[in-house]
């Protein structure tokens, strides 16, 4: 050894990268160790990578004193839905932290131990990323990838007039539990209530054993993030149709169903992390028993028809109008 | 259409894509418009994907005056240039914005422009990302692929004993280019030489050309952000050997060659983005024909030994000791 060798005082980059990250990465061959710039992701025949981007940034996605492993599953989570939406079975990611000084090494052993949770629970391995310093809030930028065989992959144009509307689980839960998260909700509902929708919100269950197994039934498909009825919106947009919301056929928790006036936070909220595809009234059958198989129940909500747009309907067959977050006209 | 169309006042998230990203976009079938939210990537037999992140943050990695489509500039070619130091050429990038309300439109037109501008240069598009706000400064994080003959990949662990080392273009201009941009430099060096220097910091270029033509002639190489001392480190470190650098070999630009005490910075100061690699000498006729043909010119700096370690040497052969950003023994 021709110098003697200087050690830093603290965890620099390196140092948190060595102590932090490559254990995410230690499965990968791929990901080289995260000893460089770049990483190698094989490609097998028949199949195509399907690519995501999902940001949070604290504040804004997250509250500042939200647990750091919470923030890392959530911020996973959001981006396995919408590779599931895709109907891609999920392989890794690559993640890029800016941290302001005053998040030191505790918060990054808690930020990593989410992200070790997740890794196992979904069957997933950091590749690599980068970590840079900001004066700013926490910003964290997930690029997550998966597999689908050629011509597997569900996109959000196709949804056909004649189609059924479905959506997995149940929605609403995601914006009513951030209503719980923040006491909205105390002595409305039975604590026990309140921490159930709470946790829907804090961390989202993406449904990554049923969208793959939606390939060639779906038609159309996306992961409800904006609000169920603005996302309905979209794929119609970009399909070409027009969509109808059965109010009542809304599958709710019995959580969200114990609360009244909760109509437009169900149709309008968002984040709730389930899938809405269309599908030919024939695939109805598969498509049930793929529910069955993955263990997520899935419910008919609607239909879509010719034209533009989307309404709800009560139970009498009325229009409902929504004016609320996350909802469009188009 | 069932209902009338309600068209915000302002671009929101919807029409910026729309506007700004989706024309960037529309070269790339998998890119699907933009409309979804992720994107699919083929895959060639015979080939890897190398994918690579870097992260900018306002205030840290440029400056709140910078014109926007320099910084977009900057960002796509950082990112390129650790694809080129795998050997990979590029094929398209994710994107994902961070902004604060204060960066509207004519911002995002700039930067735009400047995305547009690269991505004819280097024959690339973009694939996807995300759109955020945040409280905070500007947080940008490009996720770049490239594409690679399997096994043709050039890493960081790979210098062996005996292998020279070389650089590609001239050192140091980066570092003293960020002088040169504050103004340190006015009155020690002309005004060309002011202007040469500030461009090559705020304008890299990644040796995208030269890159894939070093696949199976380099043993490891990386690009040069840190400094030169210390990225021959980081190559040393994990192949396991040691390096020297003949400081008088390190290839100058006119402009930096007129400064005096330039030495540490040259060595230590790092953002060259210029390619450090190492190679058997029996390769270097054909590492300079590749060089010829890239119109890059490559220049050896010094050789790889046994140990652990890196030492720059002066003309008489003697140590020099240096102590600057960039620069740690190991």
């Known amino acids: 050894m021709k110098h003697p060798a200087a050690k830093p005082a603290a965890l620099g980059e390196f140092g948190r990268i060595a102590r932090y990250f490559a254990p995410l990465a230690a499965a990968a061959p791929g990901a080289l160790g995260l000893t460089d710039d770049a990483a ?6 028949g199949e195509r ?4 981007v999902d940001a949070m940034v604290e504040g804004v996605h997250f509250l500042p004193d939200d647990p750091p492993d919470l923030v890392a599953r959530k911020l996973v989570r959001v981006n396995l839905s919408d590779l599931a939406a895709m109907a891609a079975r999920p392989v890794g990611y690559f993640l890029t932290t800016a941290l302001p000084k005053s998040h030191g090494d505790d918060w990054l052993a808690g930020f990593a131990a989410g992200l070790a949770q997740d890794q196992a629970e979904f069957g997933i391995t950091l590749l690599g990323g980068d970590s840079v310093s900001t004066p700013g809030p926490v910003t964290l930028t997930l690029t997550a990838f998966g597999r689908v065989p050629v011509g597997g992959e569900v996109r959000r144009a196709g949804a056909r007039a004649g189609d059924l509307v479905f959506v997995s689980g149940t ?6 539990g951030l209503d719980a998260a923040q006491g909205k909700l105390d002595g409305v509902l039975a604590p026990a209530d309140i921490a159930f929708l709470a946790d829907r919100y804090r961390l989202p269950r993406p449904r990554v054993g049923l969208g793959p197994r939606l390939s060639g039934l779906a038609s159309a498909m996306m ?3 904006d609000g169920l009825a603005g996302d309905l919106g979209h794929i119609c947009e970009v399909s ?12 709710l928790s019995a959580a969200a169903a114990k609360l009244p006036d909760r109509l437009a936070t169900v ?8 899938l809405l595809f269309t599908a030919a009234s024939d695939h109805q059958p598969a498509i049930q028993a793929a529910a069955d198989t993955a263990g997520v129940p899935v419910a008919v909500i609607g239909r879509i028809e010719a034209g533009q747009g989307v309404c709800v309907r009560d139970a009498a067959g009325a229009d409902i109008v929504l004016d609320g977050v996350g909802w469009r006209h188009f």
Chains 1, 2 share one sequence.
């Open 171 to 176: 929605i609403g839960d995601g914006a009513l």
């Open 223 to 225: 992961d409800i993030s």
């Open 49 to 52: 990578l399907v690519v995501t």
């Open 240 to 251: 070409g149709v027009s969509g109808v919301i059965e109010a009542t056929r809304v599958p």
């Open 40 to 45: 190698l992701i094989d490609c097998s025949p």
């Open 267 to 274: 149709l309008t909220g968002g984040d709730d992390y389930e």
